[in-house]
């Protein structure tokens, strides 16, 4: 008599494929900080070199897709089509368990991805009342706001604050007018293609503008954006994005700035600041990120007394700060 153990096992020896799902499941689960972060890592080197160096030569050679608004905002309009109303925990942070392979405290583990969502958007949410201390009825503008999670946290912490969010996808823009009429919240959510020239039309100037992982989705037209971000922004500029290139200097932040060649995301942000002179007063690594190798980078720029961008003098380059690496 085999016991239901052994039949187990015998079935993964009549099942190869099922036997090798099951070990790479396994070994998914037991990524942690250590040598499986270590070999994870490496791994993940022999998958994102070559089609990183096969994206930059389809790019040499105009044979790569780009990401465009148009596919973004058809991607994003599927996606969002499908998403249900739920309580507020769960429509800002997402689905409670939901565990995958995570950045978290500057290390790769296997870790509940509403966890890490919640530190992000707590963080965001921090960030920007932290640039609107000491403004009077402050007004602040995300640009790419998807669902409008970012700014339903921020105005239900923050009530005092007056919350825009300008958003690429029609069905994105529709869900989050919903929501935030579901949960009481008075937030105004525009359709908007943030990369061209924007006209505003609020009533007031705006405070403290900010972008989360949306400049990452322009790679060839953030620089539109970039412009628009300056312009408008009266106080200070926030931008949570992968920028690669303030990437921790380990294999860890290689693997990440291969990634982002390979996806076609965004690239050349902070040169892109310094560029057009802005002050930049700090730049930090988060150490999370949703996905191992897209970590998040806040860059705060001072937008104080800038005419339109470029106007200031030579750049102030801020030390970067990687907590965590
Ligand atoms: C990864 S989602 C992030 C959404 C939101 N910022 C958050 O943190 O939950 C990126 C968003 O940027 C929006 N986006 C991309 N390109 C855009 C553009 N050119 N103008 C406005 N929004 C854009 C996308 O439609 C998408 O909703």
Redesign the pocket.
Known sequence: MIDWHWRRRLAGVRHPRRLAARLKARARHSVAPGPTETAYVLMSLGKWLPRAAKAIILRRIGRMRRRT?AT??SS?DNV?GRVRLADFDEFVFGKPGDPEIVLSDGHIRWRSRTEVRRI??EH?VSVVADACAGIRAPVVL??????G??LMLLSRRHPHIRAIG????PV?VELARRAAASFGLAIEFQE?????KLVLDIGQPVDVVF????L???PD?FSG?LDNVLAIAGSEAVF?EPVGECYPKSMRGLVGRLRLIAVDYLNGLHAALVDRGTEITSVRALGFGLTPFNETVEIRVRTVGMDSPGSLGSPRIPRTDQPGI
Request: one cysteine or more.
């Open positions: 608004p973004v905002s994003y969002r992000e958007r965001v995300e640009v790419g706001s998807g669902t999670a970012n300008l958003e690429l996808s994105s908007a293609d943030v990369s061209r972008s989360c992982h949306a990452e989705q322009m037209v954006a949570f």
